[in-house]
């Protein structure tokens, strides 16, 4: 999650949430088909509503869960395999013989995470060193010890800034350190800044929220309405000097190199030697400083403010990010606020939904080889090579026939898409977690422990060659990332299975679906960010301004397109943030045609379930994408998913291709169908 915020990748096809059914652990995996008429919506007109006709009868039996914001394909499968690795850390959970080191971890991991009586029983009590380390400050100038301490015991984002490693962006062959802006409650800057009457209300429930949790701690009503207010006054000033969602996207803003000196120079306030020592970084040769605006204003900040309403600040930040690890009035307060209030959810999830996916995110590695063991036989990864093959092929050959393109940036995206490599499945070099200490009864340590492993493990990579091999998704997830530094896509066993890779099922659904899935992060590569890296990963600019200029009239065309999307009430897309994503989904679709129809030239294609072979790729592609959300989660989403919602995320891509007027002999004054000098084309 933290290497999100300054690595600058194009991830993901969708996010996760899902359902539950009946609440068991299971030990089979059910199966759906990539393409099942039942889900589609026949009495829909599919030439005026293509994705109402693909999953209208999807979305009637798949109603929103009391305990999820919102569900679709891959937030089902997602719980599906969650609730399958339950199965599995259920039976290692046991303190029986015959483990292994590794599976004795996860299982004792999960035991005491599901032990909610003992949790329960400690109160805020694990979290006294943590809170001592703040109490015990004696002026600004132990920030830097203070900071280091909680960053490594809790995470790297909820005290004013995050630090980490990353591929350096300009000499991708080293591993340097980053400090990047954070500290923000709220989901986004604009939470803060925005004067609509929604975002007041948001910052008037804030407010009731820091105020109840200070009181859980153990102030008195007027303390906690103090402490609240001066949360909100350093937050809404760390946000007034945050970059936007929109601005983070351009690679150049998010890149500065500077020194150890130059970061002191910065931020004098904080004794960063101090904070390195704690946290073990060593910041050489350089370092990125994301946000060098943030880090003046912090300095201002820290300047300004008082010691005891920092104190203050930090406190917040602590309880803020481990409420999920205290006891039942911590985690009921936490759920009000993020989950009900923000998100519209009635219901709290599971306790072992929450298990699983700690397991998953703290030690997924080792969880991940128990799923791919049983779940991900070697020739699906044959299969899914050769389709990537495939796309690239059909990339390749249209990047030679791109008009608006000269030679020598043509010759330079050929060699950057030859260098793309893949990842599929799982890493072949697994993570070694054994210096954790993991104990049966102390959740709290346990995670504390992991974190700082973790964080060790990231900054011990500074000044090291990169790790290409290394996966920033574990196994069982369903999702798929292209990262521009490494220049390689990345799909993990958990988005190659039914109902998304569907070995049972023909051609046509599994190349509209997986094989759109792989051209979509192929594209990535080249989407209006991804281009701005080269095939070695570096961020160079290697397109003349002809090119720029052919290239940013068809990324226009699509930007027009999606603003014109309405979200919900007066909300639109902001396509400005979503124009990777949506060139992304646009391309990868039209590569994924070509393949299929070059792979099927050859071969006799009959209509099954009542659909022709070309209609089965379109309804196969818009499946994956079958999805309801709760009108809170679409406003937030609105605010801070770089993806558009699944409805345009297909009609959108559909509009633009005239294949699909075809296949469904759709009239030319239809809804989806564009005359064709009004379709959107990039690549
Ligand atoms: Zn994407």
Redesign the pocket.
């Known amino acids: 999650m933290n290497q999100s915020l300054w690595l600058i990748f194009?991830?993901?096809?969708l996010f996760c949430s899902g359902i539950f059914a009946e609440d068991q652990a299971s030990k089979n995996l059910p199966y759906s088909p990539s393409l099942n008429p039942a889900s589609m919506d026949l009495g829909a007109d599919p030439c005026e509503n293509f994705y109402r006709y693909s999953c209208g009868g999807w979305i009637e039996n798949n109603p929103i869960p009391a305990d999820q914001s919102r569900t679709s394909t891959y937030g089902k499968l997602y719980v599906d395999n969650q609730r399958y690795l339950w199965g599995i850390l259920q039976e290692l959970s046991g303190e029986k013989e015959g483990r292994s080191d590794t599976q004795k971890m996860i299982g004792d991991y999960f035991a005491a995470c599901m032990n909610l009586e003992l949790i329960d029983e400690k109160g805020a009590g694990p979290m006294q060193v943590e809170l001592q380390s703040i109490h015990s400050m004696q002026s600004s100038s132990d920030l830097g010890k203070t900071i280091g301490l909680l960053i490594s015991h809790t995470d790297s984002s909820s005290f004013f800034f995050g630090i980490g490693s990353q591929q350096d962006a300009k000499q991708s062959e080293i591993m340097i350190g980053a400090v990047h802006a954070a500290g923000l409650g709220l989901p986004d800057r604009d939470y803060y800044l925005a004067q609509d009457d929604k975002k007041k209300e948001n910052r008037e429930k804030y407010v009731e929220h820091v105020a109840a949790m200070f009181r859980l701690l153990g102030q008195t009503e007027s303390e906690a309405t103090k402490s609240s207010a001066t949360v909100m006054r350093i937050e809404t000033a760390l946000a007034g000097a945050s970059l936007t969602r929109v601005e983070r996207r351009d690679p150049h803003k998010t890149y500065n190199r500077n020194s150890m000196q130059e970061l002191e120079a910065l931020v004098p306030a904080i004794d960063w030697a101090a904070l390195f020592e704690k946290t073990s970084l060593a910041p050489e040769p350089w370092l990125n400083i994301v946000q060098p605006a943030f880090m003046q204003e912090l300095q201002a900040l820290i300047e300004r403010e008082s010691l005891d309403d920092i104190k203050t600040y930090l406190k917040w930040g602590l309880v803020n990010s481990r409420a999920d690890l205290l006891s039942a009035p911590f985690r009921d307060q936490d759920f009000t606020f993020y989950s009900a209030y923000l998100r519209g959810i009635d219901k709290q999830k599971p306790r072992w939904r929450t298990c699983v996916s700690m397991v998953d995110k703290q030690l997924g590695e080792a969880l991940g080889q128990e799923f791919v063991e049983r779940n991900f036989p070697p020739e699906v990864r044959e299969q899914v090579l050769t389709m990537s093959d495939q796309i690239k092929q059909v990339m390749s050959e249209r990047i030679d026939q791109l008009a608006w393109m000269s030679t020598g940036t043509r010759e330079q995206a050929q060699k950057k898409l030859a260098t793309v490599r893949d990842k599929i499945g799982y890493p072949d070099q697994w993570r070694d977690y054994s210096s954790i200490r993991i104990d049966r009864d102390s959740y709290f340590a346990n995670v504390s422990r992991a974190t700082d492993f973790d964080l060790r493990r990231q900054l011990g990579r500074i000044g090291k060659p990169v790790d290409l091999d290394e996966w920033f998704m574990t196994p069982a997830t369903v999702n798929a990332?292209?990262n521009p530094s490494m220049n390689d896509i990345n799909f993990p066993a958990g988005v190659l299975m039914p109902p998304l890779y569907d070995p049972k099922m023909d051609d046509a659904p599994n190349y509209g679906n997986t094989g759109g899935t792989i051209g979509?992060?192929l594209v990535?590569g080249f989407d209006d960010e991804g281009r701005k890296y080269d095939g070695d990963g570096n961020l160079r600019d290697w397109w003349t301004e002809d090119d720029v200029s052919g290239f940013e009239e068809g990324a226009q065309c699509i930007r027009d397109q999606y603003a014109g999307y309405r979200v919900i009430d007066d909300i639109f897309i902001n396509s400005e943030l979503t124009a990777?994503?949506d060139i992304?989904d646009l391309g990868g679709v039209v590569l994924a045609w070509h393949a299929w129809k070059k792979e099927t030239a050859s071969q006799d294609l009959q209509p099954a379930d009542g659909l022709t072979p070309e209609q089965r790729f379109f309804v196969g592609f818009a499946q994956w994408a079958c999805a309801a959300e709760r009108p809170e989660s679409l406003r937030l989403h609105a605010a801070t998913d770089p993806?558009s919602p699944p409805k345009y995320r297909i009609n959108g891509v559909t509009v633009n291709m005239p294949e699909f007027g075809k296949a469904f002999a759709c009239n030319a004054d239809a809804a989806m169908v564009k005359a064709e000098e009004d379709v959107c084309k990039i690549w």
């Open positions: 194009s991830c993901s096809m990332y292209y979509h992060e990535h990777g994503e992304a993806h």
